[in-house]
């Protein structure tokens, strides 16, 4: 059964890169097509910040495009996110998830505060 | 740009009840992306129905969703306690994930 686990700096500063990575255990991370980031503002609802093959390939929110880089590494069996120049507005719960025509299997999350 | 609309924002029903819940497309949506999210409080999504009316595994047969076009319907035919938790819809196309709002439904 596949598990993914989020992990990454909890506290980041105004205008700073935000990073995080998912790492898979269960399975391979080559073993299904896509692989997204969603976030969650406190309160608030769902937002897709986008998706990677395990090819390299991705789709990205095009709210977000300009600031996400999102990576995939195979040898470790993870993915990752990079959010640049980041805001209060970026404060949110960050889930990995895995993509098959649906998100049928998500971390528990992440809680990543933007603040200096 | 493509938006789904839920509705309502939030269900005040007593446990027993049926509950419906809408997601409307602002355009003609396939329903074989077509999804529905649980979300209970302090913990992620979980899968509950995909291409608008099928289960995902080990959900039981209460939930239930249907649809076509732009509007799509989750049902839980008698709330169970732990059923009291926000929904979400969610739409694949043209490259990019789409949610819903939400819809909170909380114990009346």
């Known amino acids: 059964q596949v598990q993914l686990q989020e992990s990454g700096p909890g506290l980041v500063k105004p205008s700073g890169t935000l990073s995080l990575t998912c790492a898979v255990s269960?399975?391979?991370?080559?073993?299904?097509?896509?692989w997204s980031w969603v976030r969650q503002p406190p309160g608030k609802g769902l937002e897709w910040i986008g998706e990677?093959?395990?090819?390299?390939?991705?789709n990205y929110n095009p709210s977000l495009e300009s600031r996400v880089t999102m990576s995939v590494d195979k040898s470790k069996n993870q993915f990752s996110l990079k959010l640049t120049s980041v805001t209060a507005a970026d404060t949110a719960v960050y889930y990995c998830?895995?993509?098959?025509?649906?998100?049928?299997?998500w971390g528990q999350g992440t809680l990543v505060t933007v603040s200096s | 740009e493509f938006v789904l609309t839920q509705s309502p924002g939030t269900l005040s029903l007593s446990p027993g009840e049926r509950a419906t819940l809408s997601c409307r497309a602002s355009?003609?949506?396939?329903?074989?992306?077509l999804v529905w999210y649980q979300q209970r409080p302090g913990q992620a999504p979980r899968l509950l129905i995909y291409?608008?009316?099928s289960r995902a595994t080990g959900i039981p047969d209460r939930f239930s969703g249907s649809g076509s076009g732009t509007d799509f319907t989750l049902t839980i035919s008698r709330l169970e306690p732990e059923d009291f938790a926000v929904y979400y819809c969610?739409?694949?196309?043209?490259?990019?994930?789409?949610f819903g709002q939400g819809t909170k439904v909380e114990i009346k």
């Open positions: 998830a895995r993509a098959n025509l649906n998100l049928d299997c």
């Open positions: 269960g399975g391979s991370i080559s073993s299904s097509n896509w």
């Open positions: 990677i093959s395990h090819s390299g390939s991705t």
């Open positions: 355009q003609s949506a396939s329903s074989s992306n």
């Open positions: 291409g608008a009316s």
């Open positions: 969610q739409q694949y196309g043209d490259s990019r994930w789409t």
